[in-house]
Structures are given as C-alpha cells and as structure tokens.
C-alpha cells in the first residue's frame, strides 16, 4: 500500500489548478469560464488543507478554506447574475460574440 | 499556533472605528432606501455624511500607529499606522468626489429606483479598500480584495439595459475572478513554504534561505496577478480599456483612482514587510535574496508605461483614452515602488495624491460633456472650446497637468519621482520615463487641438448647476495650488511613508 502523503495532495490540486486555467482560456462559453474559476479556488482550498493537515501549521489555513468556499458562492452568485443580464440583452452568452468594446 | 481569543476587544473594536462608520453608513443607506422609497434624493446626503464623519475618525488615527486585532506582538490582522491612514484619507477624498459626480450624472440618473444599492455599494467597495490598505494578514488581504472586487463587478453594470455596461461587466468579472483565483493558488503556496499567513511571521521565517527558488517565485508571481490586475499593471490590465470605456463614468473615475490606490497600498506593504531584512546604511531596503526584487519590479513598470503610452496614441474614445492613460500613469507609480526605498515611497504618496485630483477632474468634465452631447469620441468634441469656454479650459489644465508640464501640480509629481530615481543611480530608467512623458504629450495635447483648433458650426450649450461648478473648481484648485505651492502635501506624505513593524 502507498501511503498518501502532501506529495499526492499537491499533484491532484495542481491538476485541477490547470484544468481550471485550460477552461478559462478555452471555452466560450461564459458558464464554463466561470466553472474553471470554481476549480482554481478549489485547488487552493486543497493546497491549504493539506499544507495545513501535513505540515502542523495551526488554524489559518483551515480558516482560509472555510472563507474562500462562502466567497466563491458569492462570487458565483454575482457572477450569475450578470451573465443572466448578458443573455437578457444580447441573447447569447458567448464571450466571443461580447465584442462591442474593442480597439 | 494561533488561538482566536481577543482580550482586549473594545480596544480593538475602538481602532476599527473608520470601517464600522462606514457600514453604519451602508446599513442606514439600506434601510432609508426601503422606508422612504420616495425621497430618494436625500441618499447622497447621508453617504456624505457618512463619509466625512469617517473622515474625522482617520484623522484621529493619524499619527498614533498600532496593530488592531493581534494574537500577540505583531501578529495581528491590521496595522493601522500613518502610512494606511494616508491611503484612507486618499480614498474618502475620492469616494466623496464620486458621490457628488454621481449626483448629475445622467447614466447613474437614469435609474432612480436603484440608487439605494448604488450607493450601498459604493460603501461596500470603500470598506474593502479600508481593509486592504491596512491589512496585515494574507487571509485578510484576499478576503478585502475580494470585497472591493465583488461590488465592482455589479456597479461596472450599474445600468442594466445598456449593452454597454453589460459587457463592461462581464468582461470585469471574468478577469477579475480568473486573476483572483491565481492570486489564492500563489497564496496558498507561500503559506505552504512559510507555514503563516501573517506577513510578520513569513518574514522571520524567510530569513532562513530555506525555500526553493522556483516555488518561491512561483507563488510571488500568482500573487502579483492578482494585485497587479487591481492596479492594471501590463501583462495583468486586459480588462481596464473595456472596462474603463464600458461602466458609467462615475464608476470608471472610482476604479481609476480609489482601487488603484488600494491596490497600490497592498503591493508596498505586501512586498516591505514580507520581503524586507532591513535598511541599509544609505536607506534602501534590503530585500531577501530569493529574487531580483528591482529588476522585476522596473521591468513590470516599463513595460507598462510604454504599453500604456503607445497604446493611447490610437484611441479615438476619450474614455478608453484616459484608461490607457490611466494603465501609463500605474507604470509612473510602479518606478517609485521600484525604488526600493523610503524616498520612492514618498514620491509614490506625492503622485498619487495630485493623480487623484487630475484624473477625477479629467473624468468630471468628461461626464459633463457627455451628459449633453451623449458621445465620448474625439471627433465630437471638434470646436467645444469655443462653446464651453470653461468646461475647455478645465479639461485643458487636467489634461496638461496628466502630461506632467508646469506650472500644474503633475509636473511636481514627477519631479519628485525623477529625484528619487536620479538619487538611486537609475538614470536610464529615468530616461525611459522622461521620453514616456513626451510621447504622452502627443495624445493629450491631441484632444485639446480638437477641441480649440478644429473648426465646426454646431453649437453646443450645457447649463451647470451650482454643485457643478462647486465640484470643477474644489479639482482645479488642488491641481493649480500644489503646483507652485506643495510643501504642506510633501510633508504629509513624508510623515506618512512609515510603516508599522519595519
């Protein structure tokens, strides 16, 4: 049996990490852009617990995690709502079709 | 370990006093706006009112540093010295601007039964800033940014039939979100290298070289997404032209100075009290040697203030113009940071300052304008010289005083930015800066020839009211006064460059 250690932690956060950067600079649609922010906060939340769990390191990063999980519902909330208002005026939420502000 | 149990909680309650005045403010706001659904017009009045009492508070703080909220020694959540206070008075000043901006501007006017959350929201963005101008805690600094981020959002969209605005919005959220996110990832990183989040105790525990250089870089890296996307430093600032042209002037004005001052206030204590040793004999700060701390920070600034600089000569949007300029001035502010030392600071602090009344001006009359004529473009602006002599001439002195020519307080501005980075021996940065400012020159002076040399035949009338005029002349004054007359503002700022625990 291998024994799951800060190592393991680190590489399933990092891997979530870049599938959230890969969504972002992929997708066109803005739900799924946002739904690779939602992946980028929760690979830190891991990196913090598991720093936290491994390293002996006090409540902070527990603390951190528990702040970041109620901001990310904040921020999905807001979020939501303006690509609501997006789709309401331009009936679409393709980013890409979003040009009107350009050089 | 850190137990979470505060003795003295009236003291500390006592030294947020600022922020608690605020969201007294807010949850007043709030509720007038439900109760009193007719008599919205006296919402703006309560802000200001709100914002000065605020205002004598930070003055009370002003000269008497301390850590609020502290497990023990300097393990605390906020350090509420000279150098934060500075920063408030900076951003009430500016917040008090926006509220009376708002108050005829046509696009936040034209809807009335939403002006309770605008202005709400206005207060939740100023506590934010408060937070993060005195934050000394890495948890503290992500959560106020993300205070003053997640207001900016809705109010980039405040009116939400306009597909500009929209736009202006969602472009704002997903940048903004993505930038902040990486900021977390690198957060997360530096607690797992130093154990903490208070910036202190990372600072102890970094003196012993122990940590990989690539991680380490790494995670400073992440982290300077994120602020550097609040102050629009390049390669972080896609979002600022869309932004800046797309959001209600009002909003856009709030963004280009108060956040951007925020931002500002992080980055110094951020990278002075986590990264510093000490001083060395002649003043600079001794960074840790993980680093090449300078170079990193004059490469990010001229790459900005080139970028910046070219990128307006283009633009036909006086909006997207100013944001540009806006994107050059950041780089002019980041060579002070550059510096490294107590003296950049000062100049940082002199800048910002007179930034704050040149470009809130250049907004003003931007807004005023356009609440006539309903267009931003250059072209349009072809003979209002000579049918809004005052407004032109308004525009003229803030624009003049952008480019940083005498006898306007821009020139002092720099002049003080030129000195210290003269003292330091970085003269061809200090060249590269002067030779920014003359290519700057070309896109300012570039509105005002339209303006007075362009001929037209139609005529364009704006009658101002009394707050009008009141507000245009409370920003010329600064900007022509500290021109000529500045030692009262230098003093200030030299009193202020201290920071709490260095």
């Given amino acids: 049996m291998i024994e799951v250690g800060l190592n393991h932690f680190l590489v399933v956060s990092t891997l979530l990490f870049s599938m959230g950067i890969y969504a972002i600079v992929t997708r066109k649609n803005a739900i799924q852009v946002l739904m690779g922010v939602e992946l980028i906060l929760n690979s830190a939340n891991i990196n913090f617990i598991a720093f936290t769990r491994f390293g002996n390191f006090g409540l902070q990063g527990h603390l951190m995690a528990l702040f970041v999980i109620v901001l990310a519902a904040a921020e999905a909330a807001i979020a939501l709502a303006i690509v609501l208002n997006i789709y309401k005026t331009l009936s679409t939420v393709n980013i890409d079709e979003v040009d009107s502000l350009k050089d | ?502």
């Fill in chain 2, 1 to 502: 370990m850190i137990t979470l149990i505060l003795p003295n909680l009236s003291e500390n309650l006592q030294a947020i006093l600022p922020e608690i005045s605020l969201a007294l403010t807010l949850v007043a706001i709030v509720l007038f706006d439900l109760i009193f659904i007719k008599s919205k017009k006296f919402l703006p009045l309560i802000s200001i009112i709100g914002l000065i009492v605020t205002f004598s508070f930070v003055i009370l703080q002003f000269g008497d540093p301390k850590y609020a909220f502290a497990v023990s020694g300097n393990l605390s959540f906020l350090s509420l010295d000279n150098f934060s206070a500075f920063f408030k008075l900076l951003i009430l000043i500016t917040t008090l601007f926006i509220v009376l901006f708002s108050m005829s501007s046509q696009e936040v006017n034209s809807c009335p039964d939403r002006h309770g959350e605008y202005y709400a929201l206005i207060l939740g963005m100023v506590i934010g800033m408060f937070f993060m101008v005195s934050a000394n805690d890495l948890i503290l600094i992500y959560l106020s940014l993300e205070l003053l981020s997640l207001s900016s959002y809705v109010l980039a969209g405040f009116v939400k039939t306009s597909i500009r605005n929209s736009e202006a919005s969602l472009k704002y959220i997903i940048y903004g979100s993505a930038s902040s996110g990486i900021m977390l990832f690198g957060i997360s990183i530096l607690y797992g290298i130093s154990g903490s989040t208070n910036l202190h105790e990372i600072n102890s525990i970094l003196q012993s070289p122990t940590a990989n250089q690539l991680t380490f870089l790494m995670s400073i890296l992440m982290i300077f997404a994120g602020i550097g996307f609040k102050i629009s430093i390049v390669p972080f600032h896609f979002w600022t032209p869309d932004v800046y042209e797309g959001a209600p002037i009002s909003i856009t004005a709030f963004l280009s100075v108060a956040s951007k001052a925020a931002g500002f206030a992080v980055l110094i204590r951020f990278l002075k009290i986590t990264f510093a040793q000490g001083l060395d004999k002649s003043g600079y700060w001794q960074m840790l040697s993980y680093i090449d701390w300078q170079m990193l920070l004059i490469s990010f600034s001229i790459i900005t203030m080139t970028f910046g600089n070219f990128a307006a000569l283009w633009q036909d949007n006086l909006k997207r113009m100013l944001a540009y300029s806006s994107i050059a001035h950041a780089g002019y502010l980041m060579l002070g940071v550059a510096v490294l030392s107590d003296q950049g600071l000062m100049a940082v602090l002199v800048y910002f300052s007179i930034y704050l009344f040149m470009n809130l001006g250049a907004f003003y009359v931007v807004m005023l304008i356009a609440n006539k004529i309903n267009s931003e473009e250059i072209d349009d602006y072809k003979g209002l010289g000579y049918s809004l002599p005052l407004l032109g001439t308004a525009l003229g002195i803030f624009l003049v005083s952008l480019t940083g020519l005498p006898p306007t307080a821009g020139f002092i501005g720099k002049l003080y930015l030129f000195i210290a980075l003269v003292d330091a021996n970085m003269i061809t940065v200090a060249i590269i800066a002067l030779l920014n400012t003359v290519v700057s020159l070309y896109y300012y002076i570039r509105v005002l020839k339209a303006m007075f040399l362009d001929k037209t035949d139609k005529k364009v009338e704006i009658n101002l009211s009394p707050l009008n005029y009141i507000v245009l002349l409370l920003l010329i004054a600064p900007v022509l006064i500290l021109g000529v007359y500045f030692t009262p503002l230098v003093n200030i700022a030299k009193e202020s460059v201290q920071l709490l625990g260095f």
